[in-house]
């Protein structure tokens, strides 16, 4: 590492570690003091049937008078809503009744659990039952009466993925509804003794157009920020949490047909299990044994016009819990850690995951899965270790250890020395201030391989100052030519990157306009020897309504230098060649309609140049909410690519209609078709979900794969699959 990237990252750390600490006492929020809320111990019954007439919530505190967040964050909300609290040795007990200011149908797009914020009328709890500002737990639900349930983790991210069983009941009256909620403490981890959590409650009204809060949240931050949560104050604390064990057993059947390898069908059947112990009040162990993800949704295509790899995000469950433990080291196109390299080429036999606090300020996980070999992909074993220690007021010191190591040869030549593992290991510091203006982080990490050949490193430092007006980042990387994280997804190697941005709004006095204004970011890239090979000059004008639609004009300016040989379509072997540079200039309109009508959408066109050549694209998204029952929507995106006559011109078609229909609560079906004209591919997916018991559903999964100019089938298969959630 050069003197002049070593004075980069210190200087940058230095930037953080003094701009998160430069507060004043006026600065913090104090809403832990403002806003508290008592909640009483009970021996009474309380049904959860959503009429909110048991003896308990006539003697409770009243949480009311929430604050306006958005479209402006001054005075109180004109959707009243009431919060009343009770608790048992097994419960903890919600009784919510939203007012509606005023007259129309709630906007419920489905009934889905765990339904999409921005698009439900909706009430949620987020719960900072650790008091670090930091990880939690958030239940709520939508008009419609659908669940939502998630893990919080860095301050206010929800994790949606993680399910478990409560209670829950929706009333819809004429001019308000109600809920009530039980949701069990043995669900919960927290701290045993202790009488006080941190404690909020958001209320979404759509047809006013209003985001609330009961303690107030700045317009610029999301409801679910725990550093902006008052105080839950326990009468007696909480039950002291038992260990239980909850046990998912499933089983599977499968019929498939390869048309292209001229197979016969091929009927298989399966079972495996997961489990959930509770060792401690923080500490919870999570094992899975012959995994099945063949109900997880399928991925959305895109047209891929980068020199790199893709980001696809994970979504099978058991990598998503307490996935920023795991998954949280690195940034963007830097991720030591990536779940989806386990398990998506050869099967995973088994896995263990340990993970929660062991005292106040120290969080801990530790994950190992196995793999078996199929075809010429090796059987291998994933551990990664980690270790994460609250510093300050919400800031973080975490550091880690992953190591692939191949545990079956698959020929003398494979299984030399260079290829038995690939290990990475790494520290980072992620800054959170108290009132959340300054956000950052800064890692360095190191990767070893056998042969010492491919021991490489990466290090990086961002910051961020967010106010009202003022968006501000500031952010250099540098990854070397032999940095190796075989388990992890890093966009590109060899190269710093610097990349300052500042965005700046202006909230006008109007009936029609929230808010606009400028955004600025100039990213250099260079190779090790600080050479420029690319450079984004960008500049975004944007102006959000009133009613949430929003227009976007944007200019770039684009320079790049070409390390690699590159076909800019993937598909004609019209390569351009290595050491050849190109500089273009592009103009793109985003325009997004207001969320809250039945069909609404968002679209994006563009034209400039691209490469030796010129581009112009459209993409969008066009929905339709049958309301309550789901949505009818299209993603397309078209690319029409023109170079010099000596090269071949190309235009690309990708459709996506999708179906997504919830016939109740608890019956769901997508239906998923996709064209991607690029890979010559048009694929179908047809998903049935029942849940027929809390958390325990049985899956009917069809998908098949044809060409689509002759629609000769490629591939096909039908699966069904059984769960059961014993708890």
Known sequence: MSTRTILLIVLAFITIRVSGQVQTANEMSNNRQTHQIRIQKTNKKITID???????????????????????????????????????????????KCFESMQGENIVESLRRDFEFGKNDNFLIFMDTYNDQTNGFSFGASAGGAKWDGLQSEGGDVSLTWDCKWKMEVIEYEDYWT???????????????????????????????????????PRQFPTASLAFTGTLIFEEAPPDPKMHVSLIPYVMGEVSKDHLEGEDEDWS??????????????????????????????????????RFELFFPEKRQFFLENKDLFTGYGKENIRPFFSRRIGLTNPVHAGARLSGKLNEDMRIGLMNMQTGTQGDVPAANYTVATMQHQVFSRSNVGAFFINKQLTVPTGKERFEDKNRFNRVFGVDYNLASANNRWNGKAFYHRSVTPDGLSNGQAASATVNYSTQHWDLDWAYDYVDDDYRAETGYIRRTGYHLVAPRA???????????????????????????????????????????LDRSLISLNFRNEYILLRNSFDPTHTTGDTLAAGTDYNWNEAEIVYESDPR???????????????HGKRGYVQGNLKYRIQPYGSISLNLEYNDLNFPEQYKDVDF??????????????????????????????????RFQWRYAPV????????????????????????????????
Not at 201 to 216: M, Q, T, V
Not at 522 to 540: A, C, E, G, M, V
Request: glycine residues 4%.
């Open 50 to 96: 959503g009429k909110l007439n048991e003896v308990p919530w006539q003697k409770s505190q009243v949480a009311k008078e929430f604050h306006r967040v958005l479209p402006i964050d001054t005075g109180y909300a004109d959707a009243k809503t009431t919060v009343r609290l009770a608790y048992d040795d097994e419960n903890l007990y919600f009784g919510v």
């Open 179 to 217: 809920i009530e909620m039980a949701i069990p403490f043995k669900n919960l981890q927290y701290q045993e003794g202790v009488k006080r959590w941190g404690i909020n409650f958001s209320r979404l009204d759509l047809k006013e157009n209003e985001k609330s809060s009961w303690a107030p949240v």
């Open 269 to 306: 059947g399966d079972a495996g299990m997961d489990a959930n112990i509770s060792l401690t009040s923080n500490l919870t162990l999570d094992l899975t044994v012959n995994p099945d993800y063949s109900q997880v949704e399928v991925d959305e295509q895109v047209t891929n016009l980068d």
């Open 503 to 545: 965005e700046y709004k202006f909230y006008p006095q109007s009936e029609k306009l929230a808010n606009h204004g400028p955004d600025v970011l100039y990213q250099s890239i260079f190779d090790p020897q600080w050479n420029l090979t690319d450079r984004t000059i960008q500049f975004k004008y944007e102006f959000v309504f």
């Open 597 to 611: 009508s039945l069909l609404n959408y968002d679209l994006t066109a563009g034209y400039g140049g691209f490469f």
């Open 653 to 686: 078609w990708l459709l996506g209609p999708k179906f997504d229909i919830t016939f109740t609560r608890s019956l769901f079906l997508t239906v998923f078709w996709q064209y991607n004209e690029q890979i010559k591919n048009i694929n179908t997916n047809i």
């Open 696 to 727: 325990s559903d049985l899956y009917i999964v069809y998908t098949d794969n044809y060409f689509p100019e002759n629609f000769r089938e490629k591939n096909r298969a039908l699966v069904a699959k059984l769960s059961y959630w014993f708890n």
